[in-house]
């Protein structure tokens, strides 16, 4: 499970015009999340993923030449594609906020495990 949820964040990343986008790896994310992908908004999301690669890579200039998740994250705001996209915006704040409730769960067993 581990690796499918790294792969999948990894395929969101937009470096190099989106090249590690894969779309079976970014659903199979969605999929670890049943909680917030139900089998239709899993349906949904396949379709808004073919849309929305060639959008931002082959026609919206504006999402070219990017350096991480946290550049996209802000163009996608700012360009309001956030809300074309909500399921897409959903993964890549997901993606962003990843590390930090890894290292907060990381930080937390260790206080446990020092007590002990």
């Known amino acids: 499970m581990r690796c499918e949820l790294l792969l999948g ?15 079976e790896k970014i659903l199979r994310l969605a999929e670890l999340y049943p909680d917030d992908f139900d089998k239709y908004s899993i349906v949904d999301l396949r379709f808004k993923l073919e849309n929305y690669i ?3 890579r082959d026609h919206d200039k504006r999402f070219s030449d990017f350096t991480g998740l946290g550049n996209l994250s802000k163009k996608l705001v700012e360009t309001k594609k956030h809300g074309t996209y909500p399921l897409m915006f959903w993964l890549v704040k997901f993606a962003l906020l990843l590390p930090v409730a890894t290292a907060t769960v990381e930080r937390a067993f260790c206080v446990v495990w020092c007590l002990i």
């Open 54 to 56: 060639v959008d931002v």
């Open 9 to 23: 964040v990894a395929c969101l990343n937009p470096v190099n015009s989106f090249s590690s986008f894969d779309i």
